[in-house]
């Protein structure tokens, strides 16, 4: 079986790949993954359509610098949020605990919307 692939030079800006690797699963059926390394590479079970690579072509050129130091940003505070609410579930009365809090204490996985009731609740 033979892999196919669109490779990419990086931008010059930091890229949040995980929403250019659900924008790439939502968008091309036959996408399997991608390597990070000097450059992006994505690939694809079957050799990607003309029109499958025009649309990555614009999503990868629509990145802005902007937008992406948003995404982090929005990363970095919700892991930051989870953080502080593990430490926080130590001291508080299991009563007053927000559900996004009960799910970290059942080891439940998060949604991001509880991260972000996490951010809410702890900045």
Not at 13 to 19: K, T
């Amino acid at each position: 079986m033979s892999l196919f692939s669109i490779q990419y030079q990086w931008q010059s800006f930091r890229v949040f790949l995980p929403d250019l690797e659900a924008w790439c699963r939502s968008n091309a059926s036959n996408y399997t993954g991608n390597s990070a390394d000097s450059q992006l590479t994505l690939w694809f079970f079957e050799a990607p359509t003309d029109e499958i690579k025009a649309a990555v072509d614009a999503q990868w050129q629509s990145l802005t610098e902007e937008g992406e130091a948003a995404k982090w940003t929005l990363y970095d505070n919700r892991n930051a949020a989870v953080e502080a609410a593990k430490v926080a579930i130590l001291t508080e009365d299991i009563t007053t605990l927000i559900p996004a809090e009960r799910k970290i204490l059942m080891n439940l996985p998060l949604t991001d919307a509880d991260k972000d009731a996490l951010v809410a609740k702890f900045g």
